[in-house]
């Protein structure tokens, strides 16, 4: 992931996340997983940067043909180096979704909890995400969605030091 600011005040920034897992089946509408994550944010112009590393079990249950929800979660530690200061956190990660799915569309709601890039304003922060999504196909090759959603973005600071926190919604198309 790429963020990038032409205006000064902000912190442009540079990610990359990847994930493994495996996931087990216990019957139709139940599955289990077992994961595991790593995150490396870049900022732009400095020698800054933070690293996640996390682990996590998920859970999914199919409740009707066309409903479905998932959750997981796990503990996620983040190193952080700003300038000569290291510092190492631990959270709790969490992520869910409910997914409603038609024929042609479709609906899902979740929830999203872990490290992310502070959005320009924090090097880092812990992001409480909640976001919402509708889609439909207008044809074989013609799709269309919106989502939308709102985020509480909390900077990462060690023991003893205020966190600062800002909120944010998004919408796309």
């Not at 089946?25 to 995150?39: E, R, T």
């Not at 490396?40 to 479905?68: E, P």
């Not at 205020?162 to 919408?171: D, G, M, Q």
Request: proline share 2%; hydrophobic share 40%; no cysteine.
């Amino acid at each position: 992931g790429l963020l990038h600011f032409s205006d000064a005040g902000y912190i442009s920034s540079q990610t990359v996340n990847a994930q493994a897992g495996y996931d087990y089946q216990l019957d139709p509408k139940n599955s289990v997983a077992i994961l595991a994550g790593f995150s490396r944010i870049n900022y732009t112009g400095t020698t800054n940067s933070t690293t996640g590393y996390n682990a996590g079990f998920s859970y999914g249950r199919r409740i009707t043909g066309r409903l479905a929800f998932q959750m997981g979660g796990g503990p996620q530690q983040i190193r952080s180096v700003i300038g000569a200061g290291n510092s190492v956190l631990w959270f709790m990660a969490a992520n869910s979704a409910l997914t409603y799915e038609r024929r042609r569309s479709g609906v899902s709601l979740s929830y999203a909890r872990g490290l992310t890039a502070g959005s320009g304003v924090f090097m880092g922060a812990m992001s409480n995400t909640f976001s919402g999504t509708a889609h439909h196909l207008f044809t074989r090759f013609w799709t269309g969605s919106v989502s939308g959603g709102y985020a509480l973005n909390n900077s990462l600071a060690p023991a003893g030091v205020a966190i600062t926190s800002f909120t944010n919604r998004f919408v796309g198309a």
